[in-house]
């Protein structure tokens, strides 16, 4: 899933942490593999898939291009680092190992820690120039997790309430239901004053406005662990979680287009929410404070934040590095128990790249899905209709196949 957290800037850099398809189609072949599990590697596969606005609403088509072409594309596993731009050239257009991007690593290949994922970072985390918009995003990050370290001092059970209510309404309802499933994926609709009121559950996060936490999504879908993608773990653990947050003019070529997300930008309230975050955020510390003095400010704001803060970005690092695969969309996803649970489903995450536009992201009876569950509500409610799902034969053609004996 479900992403840029921070918000003083003036230039609209967000970036947001979990995060689609763009409009418009992308020359050249996507080229898929079955990502390696428990140390073995699965069969390599070819798809294709339409990278169209509708791309991250409907079902992905899949092409077979022959045997020839089966070796041509290495993604970075057990084989070690390959050049991006040699191997695009090889199995692509010119024009799509343009748009594509290349993979030039900046260090050794390393693995990440207990994954069989191996990484090579285009750019230096830290030893490097840093922009004005980076120093601050860091400033603010940082002094929210200073802010944590007041938390045992600062303990009420009407404070720890507080944090427990916000939890919910800025991490469900808000990032998972609102920005994630309803905003960049259209998995369902409701009506207009419930799409926004969701919407400004999302705002209270503190990981941008809706228009570019849904742009930055739909990049993250359309080129998902290539070199265009914002947050890959191809470029590092740390690069996937938050790296990428503090990199503005890395992060800005790759997601810096909204045309992506015309039908948000067209509505006047998401306009305005855009113009005015940064006082909603404001406003809602002061509100704390007021509230519930300093216990509801470290709480409610600090820590519910930075807690729900690292939850996202756990989806896009955690879910892309550990945990299984059950269905064969050519990227890094897995599914992950444990961020299906505190993410409030969203760790069911190969099961969402799987099928993008599905409104339920734990697609078994066992895989708990608190964000589904509260569509279920709504829908029952009279409140949400055209509820998106994944048909039976959908889900048996991109299931990963057992391996011959």
């Not at 090579?120 to 860091?138: C, G, M, N, Q």
């Not at 993008?356 to 509260?374: N, V």
């Amino acid at each position: 899933m479900f992403l840029r957290v921070a918000f003083f800037s003036t230039n609209r850099p967000f970036r947001s942490p979990i995060a689609i398809a763009s409009n418009g189609t992308v020359a050249g072949k996507r080229v898929a593999m079955k990502a390696p599990l428990g140390g073995r590697a699965k069969a390599l596969s070819l798809s294709r898939r339409s990278l169209t606005t509708t791309a991250a609403i409907t079902q992905p088509a899949e092409e077979n291009f022959g045997d020839a072409s089966r070796n041509a594309w290495k993604r970075v596993t057990e084989n070690g680092q390959q050049q991006a731009s040699d191997i695009w050239a090889s199995v692509n257009s010119a024009a799509a190992a343009a748009a594509k991007g290349t993979w030039e690593g900046v260090k050794p290949v390393k693995k990440v820690l207990f994954s069989d994922v191996l990484y090579s970072p285009k750019r230096e985390a830290f030893l490097r120039e840093w922009v004005p918009t980076d120093i601050t995003y860091a400033s603010f990050i940082g002094a929210m997790h200073l802010g944590c370290l007041l938390a045992p001092f600062t303990f009420t059970w009407s404070a720890f309430n507080c944090f427990l209510v916000m939890y919910f309404i800025t991490g469900c309802l808000g990032i998972t239901l609102s920005y994630h499933r309803q905003l960049s994926h259209k998995s369902f609709n409701t009506p207009k004053w419930l799409e926004y009121l969701l919407a400004y559950c999302g705002a209270m996060a503190v990981q941008g406005d809706p228009l570019e936490w849904a742009s930055s999504h739909r990049h993250h879908h359309q080129h998902c662990d290539t070199p265009k993608d914002p947050h890959t773990p191809y470029e590092g653990f740390w690069w996937s979680h938050c790296g990428w947050l503090l990199d503005n003019e890395a992060t800005l070529k790759r997601v810096g287009d909204r045309s992506n997300a015309q039908e948000i930008a067209a509505q006047p309230f998401y306009r305005w929410l855009e113009k005015t975050y940064i006082w909603h955020v404001v406003a809602w510390a002061a509100a704390f404070y007021a509230a519930g003095g300093l216990p509801w400010l470290v709480w409610g704001f600090c820590v519910r934040t930075c807690w729900v803060y690292h939850i996202t970005w756990a989806v896009n690092s955690v879910a892309h590095v550990w945990g299984s695969q059950t269905y064969n969309t050519g990227d890094l996803s897995r599914n992950n128990w444990w961020i299906g649970i505190l993410a409030f489903g969203e760790g069911w995450h190969n099961n969402h790249h799987a099928f993008e536009f599905s409104a339920r992201h734990g697609l078994e009876w066992w895989q708990i899905d608190m964000t589904w569950m509260c569509v279920c509500v709504l829908k029952f409610f009279g409140l949400a209709d055209k509820v998106k799902l994944p048909k039976q034969a959908q889900l048996d053609k991109m299931r990963i196949k057992p391996a011959a004996a």
